[in-house]
Structure formats: structure tokens, C-alpha cells
């Protein structure tokens, strides 16, 4: 599977995700009536808007428009910041869960967590494979290239 086919699987996958996981954190808000897990919901529900806008622009462009509200360094950054704001929703979730209170609920608000850590791994995985674009490391290769063409005596053809 291509990286983009892998990108384009993991948005749908974020959104499909999300109807459930609006349940069992409701549910689990309403029943322990406390703020985490279920205030996940704001991370999972911009991530799912996220994966809406990215697949409609993707859908888009396909035909022939150039959209440019999207570009994808603004994808980039919007992945990054739900990256953090998932893991600092998700954190607080893990810490407030040990209380000792109702054990049915700890389960509950387990399973709940478990959407939050899907969707933050598949931000970190977007950031990891986008992420050499974004650094001058991305031209690694270039010491190579130099080397390779002043041999072959292409030198001036570089400047």
C-alpha cells in the first residue's frame, strides 16, 4: 500500500471512528459526571473534520480544481497540533481514571481512550512521514550528488 493510499485509509478510518467514540464518551461523561475522557471529543471531533476537509480538497483537486485553503504544510501543522492537543486531552484522561471510583466506569473510560490513542497514533504517523520535507536534513543526498558530479566533471553544470 502506497503512502497515499495508507494516508487516504487512516483519515476514513479517523472518521468512521468517530460516531462510536461519541457515544462511549458521552456515555461515560454523563454516567461518572466527570470532564475526561470525555472532553476527548474535542480532539476527535477536529480530527475528524480534519479528515473530512483533506478528503473533499483530495476529491476536489482530482477533478481539476485548485484548491488552495489546504496546502499541505498547513496539513502538517494542523496534524502536529492535533498530535499534542490529543496527548494532552489523553494524559489527564490516564491520571483521572485510577481514582478508585466506580470500576465499571474505569472500563468504560478505558475503551474511550482507546479512540483518543488511535487517533493520536495516525497524527504522529502523518508528522513522521512528513516531517523530512519540513527539515534541512531533507538534503542529505546532497554531499552525494556534488561528489558524484564534480568526478564526472559536471561541476560547472551545478551552478
Known sequence: MSSAARTVA??????????????LLIAHGIASERAFPALGLLPLAASALLGLFVLNRDAVAALGSPIQALSE???FWADCLLAVFHL???IPSWILLTDPWHEPLIVLGTYC???????????TGFFSSTVSEYTPLSDGNEPEMAARDL???????RL
Do not use: H, Q, W
Not at 481512550?113 to 497524527?123: N, P, Q
Not at 568526478?151 to 553544470?157: D, L, Q, V
Open 73 to 75: 504544510s498547513n496539513i
Open 10 to 23: 487512516l483519515r476514513r478510518l479517523e472518521i468512521i471512528a468517530f460516531p462510536p467514540a461519541l457515544i
Open 151 to 157: 568526478e564526472e566533471g559536471n561541476a560547472a553544470n
Open 88 to 90: 494532552s486531552f489523553l
Open 113 to 123: 481512550t482507546v479512540f483518543m490513542m488511535f487517533d493520536l497514533v495516525s497524527k
